[in-house]
Antibody, heavy 120, light 107 residues
Framework: QLQLQESGPGLVKPSETLSLTCSVSGGSITSSSYYWGWIRQSPGKGLEWIGSIYYSGSTYYKPSLKSRITTSVDTSKNQFSLKMRSLTAADTAVYYC????????????WGQGTLVSVSS | DIQMTQSPSSVSASVGDRVTITCRASQDFSSWLAWYQQKPGKAPNLLIYGASNLQSGVPSRFTGSGSGTDFTLTISSLQPEDFATYYCQQAHSFPRTFGQGTKVEIK
């Protein structure tokens, strides 16, 4: 059974950089069948796609966030990561990592989510 | 970007009711549409992909239909565990976009 687990700080100061890692177990991150994505949800709000990465390193980002984010894949650790710079209170959210299955066009496995609060 | 608009934003219904949620896209993208269910404090769960295909393990009371720009999720007979928020998501192109969600509440 595939499992995804987010890890990172729960509290970040404004203007600082958030670093999150998603550890994948029960399956390989190098499969050509999947993209690996980040989605966030601000308190009481809807789902917002942040970006996706392919195992080869190809990346796709939400345009409004593109200047502040970087994603990467570490195939040796079966992990992928998100860095988001210049955080503000508006970035406070639950951050999910998820697997996007290309053949069906859906995120079929999700991590449990990690709450990131931006506050001084 | 493809904008996804769901309606209604919330619906009150009783156990056993038939519930229909609509998702409209700002441009035509055939059938690359998914539906998710999210319960409070939990990650979303994929229900439907390809507009009408039931994800493994999802009860058959959930059906999806539509293509092009107009899509529908129907719950044929609402069960207590179905009270949740539902989201559509287009998978046609980047950036991926979600609808704003529809909350199904107990009447």
């Amino acid at each position: 059974q595939l499992q995804l687990q987010e890890s990172g700080p729960g509290l970040v100061k404004p203007s600082e950089t958030l670093s999150l890692t998603c550890s994948v177990s029960g399956g390989s991150i190098t499969s050509s069948s999947y993209y690996w994505g980040w989605i966030r949800q601000s308190p009481g709000k809807g789902l917002e796609w942040i970006g996706s990465i392919y195992y080869s390193g190809s990346t796709y980002y939400k345009p409004s966030l593109k200047s502040r984010i970087t994603t990467s894949v570490d195939t040796s650790k079966n992990q992928f990561s998100l860095k988001m710079r210049s955080l503000t209170a508006a970035d406070t959210a639950v951050y999910y990592c998820a697997r996007f299955r290309r053949q069906i066009g859906g995120f079929d496995y999700w991590g449990q989510g990690t709450l990131v609060s931006v506050s001084s | 970007d493809i904008q996804m608009t769901q309606s209604p934003s919330s619906v009150s219904a009783s156990v056993g009711d038939r519930v229909t949620i609509t998702c409209r896209a700002s441009q035509d993208f055939s059938s690359w549409l998914a539906w998710y269910q999210q319960k409070p404090g939990k990650a979303p769960n994929l229900l439907i992909y390809g507009a009408s295909n039931l994800q493994s393990g999802v009860p058959s009371r959930f059906t999806g239909s539509g293509s092009g720009t107009d899509f529908t999720l129907t719950i044929s007979s609402l069960q207590p565990e179905d009270f949740a928020t539902y989201y559509c998501q287009q998978a046609h192109s980047f950036p991926r976009t979600f609808g704003q969600g529809t909350k199904v509440e107990i009447k």
